[in-house]
T-cell receptor
Framework: QKEVEQNSGPLSVPEGAIASLNCTYSDRGSQSFFWYRQYSGKSPELIMFIYSNGDKEDGRFTAQLNKASQYVSLLIRDSQPSDSATYLCAVKGFTGGGNKLTFGTGTQLKVEL | EAGVAQSPRYKIIEKRQSVAFWCNPISGHATLYWYQQILGQGPKLLIQFQNNGVVDDSQLPKDRFSAERLKGVDSTLKIQPAKLEDSAVYLC?????????????FGPGTRLTVT
């Protein structure tokens, strides 16, 4: 079982719709959860983090965390073509001495006109 | 605030050759990470430094990869000798402690092609 799992997609949504990206993780001791956006040929860019159960909103983005189900999601409201990218879910665990991020393989999102 | 700097941006070498990548983290960030990202996959941590000490190098292929962070600032990642499967983007990231959350910021990466 992979430590962080994401559907690779592509996930296609029309412009203006809500895009829902999902991620599950295997380590119940995981502490913090991150969503990165990666445009083709570019490096990952942090867009959201969450560490408490529930929802966290930032502009058009909402991160949702359910630790009991080991599930984290990212909702993008009013999707725009500029949101087309790969979205990486990352989970922070703890190694002896420091924090460590484990990434999923990413979900490719395509927002269509 | 300047971001994470990396060089070179692109490198093409033949298998069995050696290569080195350089990273300069965000000023004041004590923690530095090297990741390998193979096409279609998420970044995989190779090595993590806290100041100039190694925190985690469990996924670093130590027979061919080495990394150092002298003086706790810049870092160099070396591959010697390179294999075809080392073709990937090598990402450097840095972070500082901010409350309970440890946000990592990535540099532009070095795209390595091994032929």
């Amino acid at each position: 079982q992979k430590e962080v799992e994401q559907n690779s997609g592509p996930l296609s949504v029309p412009e203006g719709a809500i895009a829902s990206l999902n991620c599950t993780y295997s380590d119940r001791g995981s502490q913090s959860f991150f969503w990165y956006r990666q445009y083709s040929g570019k490096s990952p860019e942090l867009i959201m983090f969450i560490y408490s159960n529930g929802d966290k909103e930032d502009g058009r983005f909402t991160a949702q965390l359910n630790k009991a189900s080991q599930y984290v999601s990212l909702l993008i409201r009013d999707s725009q073509p500029s949101d087309s990218a790969t979205y990486l879910c990352a989970v922070k665990g703890f190694t002896g001495g420091g924090n460590k991020l484990t990434f999923g393989t990413g979900t490719q999102l395509k927002v269509e006109l | 605030e300047a971001g994470v700097a990396q060089s070179p941006r692109y490198k093409i070498i033949e298998k069995r050759q050696s290569v080195a990548f350089w990273c300069n983290p965000i000023s004041g960030h004590a923690t530095l990470y090297w990741y390998q990202q193979i096409l279609g996959q998420g970044p995989k941590l190779l090595i993590q430094f806290q100041n100039n000490g190694v925190v985690d190098d469990s996924q670093l292929p130590k027979d061919r990869f080495s990394a150092e962070r002298l003086k706790g600032v810049d870092s160099t990642l070396k591959i010697q000798p390179a294999k075809l499967e080392d073709s990937a983007v090598y990402l450097c990231a840095s972070s500082s402690i901010s409350g309970r959350v440890y946000e990592q910021y990535f540099g532009p990466g070095t795209r390595l092609t091994v032929t």
